[in-house]
């Protein structure tokens, strides 16, 4: 099976949840022989309390999941489905084969490879009802995609909390339904982009592109797709993405400029030897 990791968040009426998780069995599960859920609970107010710095923090966390799926895929053949990260705790996920999970010997291990407290249950879950509840719905599933283009354009150098014109992307089904809309996201800030054309799909001929001037950090674009999806959803339409121009750091501005004139000489230098030699 091939991983397929997803990143979101999830807001309940008490919770602000961080998930990732493996969408990679979607299709699949449940898997008959991993029928026990198997949790492991972080409480992070102590690991916090013990760290200097937050990049410690999160570092000490990395290695103790690292460690945990290496450990556990080698001794269980464990599935590690993903965590769940709360303001007060951190939550790994595996579904394993009770016959292989020997319980004294991990918590043994944990023991000696982790410093503080942790709570470890297991339970039946034959029909992965924790992994369905972990999957995202249409709107985390547009939240995963915003997590893959973000980091997609921080890989490439954008400074993404420089603000720029950032377009998105909206189909309805009905003129009238986009006609309505365009006045109410006009009066929420929105530039109505009436030279930028959409693409009809099918079932979808209306096309929308509207854009705000704004930074594309994870949460800025979160928030602005929350609120488009929520509005179009009611009018029956459908939010297709968003885009915008990339803004390098000055920085990455500087390594461009100089990785094309170091180009460019490059291949300058290499007619005139090619022009002698002739």
Do not use: C
């Not at 918590?107 to 039946?124: C, G, H, I, M, S």
């Not at 986009?178 to 959409?198: F, P």
């Amino acid at each position: 099976m091939t991983d397929n990791w997803g990143f979101y968040e999830r807001r309940s009426a008490s919770e602000h949840m961080r998930v990732l998780v493996n969408i990679g069995y979607k299709d699949t599960y449940p898997l008959a022989e991993y029928a026990e859920l198997l949790s492991i609970t972080i409480n992070l107010y102590p690991v916090r309390a013990n760290n200097r710095t937050n990049r410690d923090f999160v570092r000490q966390l990395e290695q103790l999941e690292s460690k945990l799926e290496h450990w556990l895929k080698l001794a269980t053949d464990a599935i590690y489905i993903g965590r769940i990260n709360a303001a007060r705790k951190l939550e790994f996920y595996y579904y394993v084969d009770s016959s292989r999970l020997n319980r004294q010997k991990f918590d043994e291990w944990l023991e000696q490879n982790w410093t503080y407290r942790a709570q470890v249950y297991v339970k039946p879950d034959p029909q992965w009802s924790f992994y369905t509840f972990m999957l995202p719905d249409a709107l985390e599933e547009l939240f995963i995609h915003n997590a893959q283009m973000i980091y997609a354009l921080i890989h490439k150098g954008d400074d993404i909390g420089q603000p720029r014109n950032v377009y998105h992307w909206l189909l309805f089904r009905e003129d009238i339904d986009r006609r309505e809309i365009t006045l109410m996201l006009e009066k929420r800030g929105y530039v109505i982009e009436k030279d930028r054309e959409g693409k009809p799909e099918q079932g979808y001929p209306y096309p929308l592109v509207i854009s705000r001037f704004e930074d594309v950090r994870l949460d800025t674009v979160n928030e602005r797709v929350r609120e488009l999806h929520s509005l179009i959803e009611e009018s029956g339409g459908r939010y297709d993405g968003w885009g915008s121009v990339m803004k390098l750091s000055t920085i990455n501005r500087l390594r461009r400029s100089m990785k094309r004139y170091l180009e460019l000489a490059e291949a300058t230098v290499r007619r005139l030897f090619l022009r002698r030699n002739a």
